[in-house]
């Protein structure tokens, strides 16, 4: 005996709906679960096939396969829903898992990268006088005796000329032996009023040892404009020292250099006794001619400062070859 139309459609549906929520279940990732709705809800898919069969129903019969229909796609439809949150949660989890920070894990140690002391306080002193107005300049460290020396008023047979002193070059160049000669090229170049901080490295034919290097670093500033005193020079000064180091004492100590008139050393109070941490003075008449200003018209102040010197003053430090030495267990303090 053939089963009834309406048996047979019955059980089509009803055994569809067991296979495919088996079949839902077992689905294990969103992409299968959605070929899955497709197969079995799609608009080709396995109900709309088996509703095909329809037609060969007595119509009195149709409601109730419709009926039937309509539960069998209500449950699947709800299968569906509930296995793509729990796949949905599942993922969720896992990427969480997948994603933990462990904050107890040491972290990488990146090794920092410091400023050496010396550029420090180049910095430093620079942002002191760039505060005060002042333009930074700088000049060649191989020079002529022109410029280190002639016109800045060394005499011909002055000591530091000697080879004994100076590095010199094969073609009678030489290697600067101050920040001096920045003086000369700027006021060539320029007409005052100026005010201007030149660093640099010099070169001194020196032996080696706990305060001499044979390369080392000044600060040259200079300022030249109608009516300067040496009593701007002392007001800098002063206000220099104060920024640097705090208000600590200050003395001036009559001192010679070639190119200033009158001349001073400058020493500072540090750990109860005296250091000497500049040379300054008057730029000297002469100096003025050679660039061609007035002295009648200008007067100007300069100083140098010893930079080693004063990184060692800073940080206490005992011996300027430390500076030198790119021993990171020093370095590494600053
Ligand atoms: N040039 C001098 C030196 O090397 C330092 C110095 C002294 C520079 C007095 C100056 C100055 O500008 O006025 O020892």
Redo the contacts with the bound molecule.
């Keep these: 005996m053939t089963p009834s139309p309406l048996i047979s459609l019955e059980h089509d549906l009803t055994t569809l709906q067991t296979g495919a929520i088996a079949a839902i279940a077992a689905a294990d990732t969103l992409d299968a679960l959605e070929q899955l709705r497709v197969a079995y809800l799609g608009k080709k898919g396995q109900v709309s096939k088996v509703l095909g069969g329809m037609g060969q129903l007595p119509a009195e019969d149709r409601p109730r396969i419709g009926a039937l229909a309509n539960t069998v796609k209500t449950a699947l439809q709800d299968a569906l829903d509930n296995r793509k949150t729990a796949l949905q949660s599942a993922q969720i989890n896992a990427q969480l898992a997948a994603e933990t920070l462990d904050v107890t894990m040491p972290g990488v140690y990146r090794p920092q990268g410091r400023i050496h002391p010396i550029n420090s306080i180049i910095d430093q002193i620079t942002d002191i006088f760039v505060g005060l107005g002042y333009t930074v300049a700088s000049g060649p460290e191989v020079e002529s005796d022109y410029y280190n020396f002639e016109a800045l008023n060394f005499l011909p047979d002055h000591p530091a000329r000697d080879m004994q002193d100076t590095l010199y070059l094969p073609n009678g160049d030489l290697m600067r ?4 000669n920045i ?1 000369i090229r700027y006021m060539q170049n320029h007409e005052p009023p100026l005010r201007v901080l030149a660093t640099g490295r ?1 070169y001194r034919r020196d032996t080696v040892d706990a305060t001499h290097a044979a390369v080392f670093h ?1 600060i ?1 500033f ?1 300022a030249v404009d109608k009516g300067i005193t040496f009593t701007d020079l002392r007001g800098t000064i002063r206000a220099f020292i104060d920024e640097l180091f705090g208000e600590i004492p200050i003395r001036f100590r009559p001192s010679f ?1 070639p ?2 008139e009158p ?1 001073a050393e400058v020493d500072v109070e540090w750990q109860g006794r005296w250091l000497e941490v ?4 008057m730029i000297d008449p002469n100096v003025l001619k050679a660039v061609g200003y007035d002295p009648e018209v200008y007067t100007g102040f ?3 400062l010893g930079v080693e010197r004063l990184a060692m003053v800073q940080h206490e430090i005992d011996d300027i070859r430390r500076l030198y030495s790119s021993d990171l267990r020093f370095l590494n303090q600053f």
């Excluded at 500049?278 to 003075?281: A, E, S, T, V, Y």
């Design positions: 032996t101050h920040t001096s003086q010099c000044q040259e200079f250099f190119f200033t001349s500049l040379g300054c003075g300069a100083a140098g």
